[in-house]
C-alpha cells in the first residue's frame, strides 16, 4: 500500500465530493457505474481505477464470456448442488443477455462463437458427457463432442472428448469496459489510486494522491486488491497470478471458439485477426503463482509451449509477441462474495471471481448498485452472500 507524505498531503487540492465512490475500474466497478447511472441517474457518482481503465485482471484475461463456475456443470452440481448450480448458471447467462442488450456488441468486439470444454482425461471427459445430461435435465444449451468431433473442429490432437455451450462468447475486455464506463456517465478518475478509507459521519472520506473525497456510499470492486484497503476482506479474497502469451497471426484461422480444458487450468482463443492467445499452467507451479507481483516466469511460460506443441502441433513455432500476466482474486469456495462490508455501514464490496470476473460482472454490478442505492437483499444476491464464509469457517472452529 502506498503512502503519502506530509508535504504531498499539504498540497493536494481541495476536497471533493461525491454521492457515490466506486474504486476499482474493471469490469464490476464500470458496471456498478453503469447501473447506477440507469437506476438513478441524479447520482454523482465516481470511478476511480488506480492505473488506466481494465488495467487489472478484466484487462488481463482472455476475454472469455462463459456461463457457470467452474470447468463443467456436472462439477458445479456436486460442488453447491443442482438448484444453487442452475441458479447460479442462470446469473452468469442473465450477465451475458444483458450486457449485449446494453451496449451495442461491436463496441467490444463480441464474437457469438460459443465456448468448448475439452477433456484431457477420462474422468475429465466422463464429467463433460454427465454435464451435457445434466444440462438437458435442466433446460441448458450444450451438446457432447466425441473426440473426432473435437478433432475436426478444433485442428487439435489428443482430447477425449468436449462440451460445446452455443452461449459462450469471445470479447475485447478493454474495449467493454471504456464502453460502460462512458455509457454510465460518471467522473472517471484514472491513475487516481485511493490510498485509505476512513469511516465518517454520513459518510466516507478517501484519501488519493491528488486530493481527500468525501462519499456518501462506497463501493469496493478492487477484487484480489480489496484487502490492500480493508485488511478484514483478506478472509474472502486471496491473489493468484495468471500468466499467458499472444502469439503472431496464423492465417487461415483455425479455432472457432474459446477453448478450456484440463479442468479449466488452459484457456486458449484465436482472435479474427489470427492471433492466438494462451493462458495457464498455473496448477503445475501453485507455491509460485500467488501474490500481487506482475512478472512472467520461464518455467511457466515453457509449459505453455508444450501445452501448443501436444495438442495444436500447428501452432508450433509462432512467433510470441507479447508475454503477461495478471492477478486474480480467488475465494475459499470458487464463488464471489457480494455484499456489505463487515463493520462499515454504507460500504459495499465484490471480490473473488476465481478467474470468471467476466462471467458475473456486469450483473454483480447491477447487484452493488441496487446495494449502495439502499436495497437490503437484491435479486441472486443471497447466492454470494460473504456471510456463508464466516459461517464456513465458525462451523470448523
Known amino acids: 500500500m502506498s503512502t503519502l507524505s506530509f508535504w504531498q498531503s499539504d498540497h493536494r487540492d481541495a476536497d471533493g465530493f461525491c454521492d457515490v465512490a466506486i474504486v476499482g475500474g474493471g469490469v ?229 471458439a474459446p477453448v478450456y480444458s484440463h479442468d479449466g487450468y488452459f484457456y486458449l482463443r484465436q482472435k479474427a485477426t489470427g492471433e492466438l492467445l494462451l493462458g495457464g499452467a498455473r496448477h503445475r507451479h501453485a507455491e509460485a503463482e500467488v501474490g500481487y507481483d506482475d512478472a512472467v516466469t520461464e518455467a511457466l511460460q515453457r509449459d505453455l509451449h508444450a501445452y501448443l506443441a501436444q495438442h495444436f502441433p500447428q501452432a508450433e513455432g509462432l512467433a510470441v509477441t507479447r508475454r503477461w500476466s495478471g492477478t486474480m482474486g480467488f475465494s475459499p469456495d470458487g464463488l464471489p462474495s457480494v455484499g456489505p462490508i463487515p463493520d462499515l455501514p454504507g460500504a459495499y464490496f465484490a471480490a473473488g471471481f476465481t478467474g470468471h470476473g467476466l462471467a458475473y460482472g456486469f450483473r454483480v454490478g447491477q447487484m452493488l448498485a441496487e446495494f449502495a442505492s439502499g436495497v437490503a437483499s437484491p435479486a441472486d444476491a443471497d447466492l454470494f452472500d460473504p456471510m456463508r464464509l464466516k459461517c464456513a469457517a465458525a462451523a470448523h472452529l
Not at 456498478?32 to 441524479?42: F, G, I, K, S, V
Not at 447467462?93 to 457469438?112: K, T
Not at 488519493?208 to 456510499?217: D, G, I, L, N, S
Open 28 to 256: 464490476v466497478g464500470a458496471s456498478t457505474a453503469y447501473w447506477l447511472r440507469r437506476q438513478h441517474p441524479a447520482l454523482r457518482v465516481a470511478l476511480f481505477e488506480r492505473g488506466l481503465l481494465a488495467s487489472g485482471a478484466t484487462g488481463r484475461n482472455a476475454g472469455f464470456v462463459l456461463q457457470g463456475v467452474t470447468s463443467d456443470f456436472a462439477t458445479d452440481v456436486e460442488r453447491y448442488g443442482d438448484e444453487r448450480a442452475r441458479r447460479l448458471w442462470a446469473v452468469t447467462r442473465a450477465s451475458r443477455d444483458g450486457l449485449l442488450e446494453a451496449i451495442p456488441p461491436e463496441r467490444f468486439d463480441f464474437e457469438a462463437s460459443g465456448s468448448l470444454t475439452l477433456a484431457a482425461t477420462p474422468e475429465e471427459d466422463d464429467r463433460l458427457r454427465r454435464s451435457a445430461r445434466l444440462m438437458y435435465e435442466a433446460g441448458l444449451p450444450s451438446s457432447y463432442l466425441p473426440p473426432g468431433d473435437v478433432a475436426q473442429r478444433t485442428s487439435s490432437k489428443g482430447f477425449y472428448g468436449g462440451l460445446l455451450v452455443p452461449t459462450g462468447g469471445m470479447l475485447d475486455p478493454v474495449r467493454l469496459v471504456r464502453a460502460l464506463a462512458e455509457a454510465s456517465g460518471a467522473a472517471l478518475e484514472e491513475q487516481h489510486p485511493v490510498l485509505h478509507i476512513a469511516p465518517q459521519p454520513g459518510g466516507f472520506l478517501l484519501e488519493t494522491p491528488r486530493r481527500r473525497v468525501r462519499t456518501a456510499a462506497l463501493v469496493l470492486a478492487a477484487n484480489a486488491y480489496a484487502p490492500q484497503l480493508v485488511p478484514a476482506l483478506s478472509a474472502y479474497v486471496r491473489p493468484v497470478r495468471a500468466q499467458m502469451l499472444a502469439t503472431e497471426p496464423m492465417r487461415p484461422c483455425w479455432l472457432p
